[in-house]
């Protein structure tokens, strides 16, 4: 924007909306112009901090009569640059908008704002003796609407599912600044188009969510984490698919391979149990009381092929989170290794993921580049995170169409597609026409139309 | 139609798919101009019998392109007038597409044509001790590709969801013939726009759906269902409530009133258990162990306040079936008792289901109709059907719309919504803006027109 245009809407933001919520200073706009995407920022022209729904509605009236590009924020925390703006113009943060206006124990529904952090919405369940299940790694800082924008999954979805299982309602504010309201404290609903549907993952370019209804469940009584060191990679995810064929649905299925354990231990923790063994498993059982937990324990042990003696098995709290500590710190320990990395999270059908992830190591070792890989081996959600490590900036920026081409490719053979929690956003909308049809990506612009027209709502993503 | 606008169309038909898939006579297309709504028809032009994708989108260009009206239909058995040509124009049946591609044990995964009886479906998937849990009252007629399209439920939703959680993957043709692949056989996905959830319940008016692939679980190894017999709706109820909040989750709950356990006795079943009393709740419980299914059934005869003497416990499978024979008898006693009658089928949040059903039923006793309640306690959806008896059929017609708005309004004050399994079809549309703000049905029109610019699929439905 240009200064005498951003001097120009500020004034209407602040006369809108007041002074306080509307901010201009250099300083503050640095912190919008990032999410946790590598390698990737946008500097915005103006920040508005909505504090309401009709904040929300008079900043996107503003922008639309006046052709401004909005990009909707939560925390900050994804990886594909959705609450980046590449175009400039207005961040609109949702981060104030943080109540959790009701636990509804009777309905077992939590109504959220925009702009909670997610793990306070499963803290706040769980004093109720309920559970929102959905975990993405980041959920101790990110926001309940990212994750509905995204349709965050995480580690629980082999047994609970993905953020879209949970959402029963919305309040969203389309780009005109009319509020729409869809659903609610109901299970089943046939009243018309599932607008839901169509909003959850479309990543901010359709409307701004301002409301969010989470069906909730009851919290386990009995959980127990499992882990599971293996020579190989391959013996890992065999063990994967036996545990499966057996109809044991455990709340989890993680892995990490070598590379992931061995840079856990040179960043983070240098006590990471068995750090040489070339994989681990991470498994979590949960169940309504001891005895069917301990079946599933009992029917898991019988199939691992692995050396019995060496499975550690955690029942508290606090040795749960210690066995968990590895696996949640392999993102941070890739950064510290190589603060610039490409983070893939290709999906394939589960039993496709040991093809998958051998023949694209050797593919990799080839290009005699580092990757790591991990991630949800229960539900076929592979992170696939390749180092750049000492490699010239420019050789790198160069090489990446190439790879990101080449595991995509794989990926879609075998039956799978290009991201399962991501999203496209900046990263892979080049790429978005290996997994859609142009015919499907017509349809989906003739979509995005239909909701902005003027297209003003988080340009330059997905498309 | 006019008779040489059926004998163009219908040649361009002939030549695009072969004489055997087109049908004009007037007995073939009598059958193709109902589906189970009472008191609803409209005749068709011409049926067309796709036995594949190709013929289904050779039909749409045609009609797209000479502006036919085309409404598809899977095997007739929906409640809403969604398969019923209310135009005139095509009738394109998906009946002959009904394969069942594959049962994909490794990935649970069952792909399968949308012309596939559903209950077809679920006996495939139980041979490799896999589950297809939505189980809409209809599934041994009813068709899968409908049950997408209209999103239906069934008792199961309680604990496994609706139709909607278990679609990962769709082909469908949108009305200018382009062929649209969606999802696929992966459980996480956020490559671009949910179209599988736009799809979801839009009742035939957006896409026409040549391929699903449906998510399976693991069948429970033990079920057990339950029928407890109560003096009052309200007692029964009110133990539906106390069964959840201990956070046990069974697999359905249905309730049954007074009046629709005495008209199963009078017309389908005079040995049905407990003729007397005011309410049956019908409970199912399931799991993967004689243990955790022992547990549930423990913790609900503590919180039952019936006589446990009554209370009647059916393990094996044909004594299952007896115990449910009442329950899914009592659509066919009311179309005995009363050919017309209104169906409707309301959402509430569960906590207001007492308040709820006691208020309309006092309502309907003071405007002298005969009501049946029953359907979901465990999820809210509540089926409320009133009976024409021997009313003046004029009259009846004539005072329908106050009724159903007074049906509507209730269920959307207490939080719920005017159709939670059955859809808007033609029978709700009219009525559609008191759960929808204008502005919700203006988006959803444009949603429409993106899918569908010439209006040709199904027209006079949802709108």
Not at 105 to 128: C, F, H, W, Y
Not at 287 to 315: P, R, T, Y
Request: contains cysteine.
């Amino acid at each position: 924007m240009k200064p005498d245009e951003i001097k120009k809407i500020s004034a209407l933001f602040i006369q809108a909306l007041g002074a306080r919520k509307v901010k201009t200073d250099r300083d503050i706009l640095d912190k919008y112009s990032r999410d946790e995407t590598s390698d990737l920022a946008g500097f915005p022209d103006i920040l508005v901090r909505a504090e309401s729904v009709k904040d929300v509605s008079e900043t996107l009236k503003i922008c639309n009569k006046h052709n401004v590009p909005v990009t909707p924020r939560g925390s900050g925390t994804g990886v594909t640059g959705g609450a980046v703006p590449v175009n400039g113009g207005v961040v609109l943060s949702l981060e104030l908008l943080d109540r959790i206006i009701e636990i509804d124990k009777k309905n077992m529904v939590a109504v959220v704002e925009p702009g909670v952090i997610t793990s306070d919405i499963q803290n706040r369940a769980l004093s109720e003796g309920l559970m929102y299940p959905p975990d993405p790694a980041s959920l101790d800082s990110c926001s309940i609407g990212g994750n509905v924008a995204e349709n965050a999954g995480g580690p629980k979805a082999v047994k609970y599912g993905i953020t879209m299982d949970y959402v029963t309602g919305l309040e969203f504010v389309l780009p005109d600044g009319e509020v729409i309201k869809s659903g609610g404290k109901i299970l089943k609903n046939s009243t018309g188009y599932n607008l839901i549907g169509i909003i959850l993952g479309s990543e901010g370019t359709l409307a701004v969510i301002t409301k969010i209804y989470l069906k909730l469940v009851p919290a386990p009584k009995v959980t127990k984490d499992i882990l599971i060191p293996f020579d190989s990679l391959e013996e890992a995810i065999d063990t994967v698919c036996l545990i499966l064929n057996k109809k044991i649905v455990p709340a989890a299925i993680e892995f990490m391979e070598e590379d992931a354990i061995k840079l856990v231990a040179k960043h983070i923790n240098s006590k990471v149990q068995y750090p040489g063994a070339g994989a681990h498993l991470l498994i979590q059982i949960d169940g309504m009381s001891e005895n069917s937990v301990f079946d599933d324990l009992e029917m898991i042990s019988e199939v691992i092929k692995a050396d019995n003696e060496k499975i550690i098995i955690a029942e508290s709290a606090s040795h749960r989170k210690r066995l968990w500590e590895t696996r949640k710190s392999i993102r941070e320990s890739i950064c510290a290794e190589s603060p610039v990395f490409l983070a893939e999270d290709t999906v394939v059908p589960i039993s496709e993921i040991p093809e998958f992830l051998i023949g694209l190591k050797n593919y990799l070792k080839l290009k005699k580049l580092r990757s790591v890989m991990f991630g949800h081996a229960g539900d076929g959600n592979v992170h696939i995170d390749i180092l750049k490590d000492d490699m010239n900036y420019d050789e790198w920026k160069k090489m990446l169409p190439e790879i990101k081409r080449e595991i995509y490719k794989r990926a879609i053979l075998l039956g799978g597609t290009i991201t399962g929690e991501h999203g496209i956003g900046c990263l892979r909308k080049d790429y978005l026409n290996m997994a859609i049809s142009m015919d499907g990506i017509e349809l989906s612009k003739r979509i995005k139309a239909a909701f902005d027209p003027k297209m003003i709502l988080n340009p330059g993503k997905i498309f």
